[in-house]
């Protein structure tokens, strides 16, 4: 990942807390639609020495004038290593908390083993019967579901990265099955241990659903034989024919669970 594209992605984070993407974005592309092949921490330097940064902000839309602009000063003048930077080290900056320091980690360094909690990765761990708030917890209770978070990727065979993904873009369906069905996209991109020449791999309906049963006990971390009911469901909501469950269980079962 380039200087460029780090800095922006900073930014990015400070500007989107408590906003929603679709704004951040917009926001971001008003202010740095001049950037041309510059670096984004060179404009901000050039609007501070300029005394015009919040009024760049303000042209933009970003919201939080008052804290964006201090956040953005201590963050050119800081000039940290983007690469290898600690949450703590962003936590230092005005305005990032613990959410917004990882986010920024874990959108560019995808094995990193941080967890950002937002809304929908919260509402996910009430879900699992863990004691999560609605809103993003002070750092001690951080900290607590921050581990448990990770515990809940390891036992999946996940990254961090994978799961928020997966719960993020099941995001206000507030659906579990939604969530197993971002997850077979997952698995279905890992190195299932299925043959390549296996029977299933060749029927794209047999395969999503083989999908769907892995991602469901990376979730759970449950025996795919547990899941008849639930699959036998899925395949009638897929419109998949329900005669190839049982050797889609017996087969993640020998496959994946070996």
Known sequence: MTDRELQLRLLYAVIVAGKSARFAERAMVRLFAGLGDGLPFGSVRTWIADGCLEAKLRDAG?????????????????????????????????????????????????????????????????SLGYDAPHQTPSRRKYAELEAVFLMEADKRGLTPHQLDAAIWSAGSKRDQEAIFESLSDLVGARDLKLPT??????????????????????????????????????????????????KILTAVKRYEEA
């Open 62 to 126: 970003t919201g939080n004038y008052g804290k964006i602009s201090k956040a953005f000063q201590e963050i050119v003048a800081a000039d940290m290593d983007l690469r290898n930077c600690h949450p703590k080290d962003l936590e230092l900056i005005y305005g990032v908390g613990p959410k917004t320091a990882r986010f920024f980690i874990i959108w560019t360094r995808p094995d990193a083993q941080v967890a950002a909690l937002d809304v929908h990765v919260l509402r996910w761990l009430r």
């Open 197 to 246: 020449a296996h029977p299933i791999r060749q029927l794209p309906e047999d395969f999503r659903l083989y999908c769907l049963v892995v991602g469901k006990c990376h979730m759970e971390n449950t025996d795919a034989f547990n899941l008849g009911e639930w699959t036998y469901r899925v395949a009638r909501e897929q419109n998949i024919p329900t005669e190839c469950v049982s």
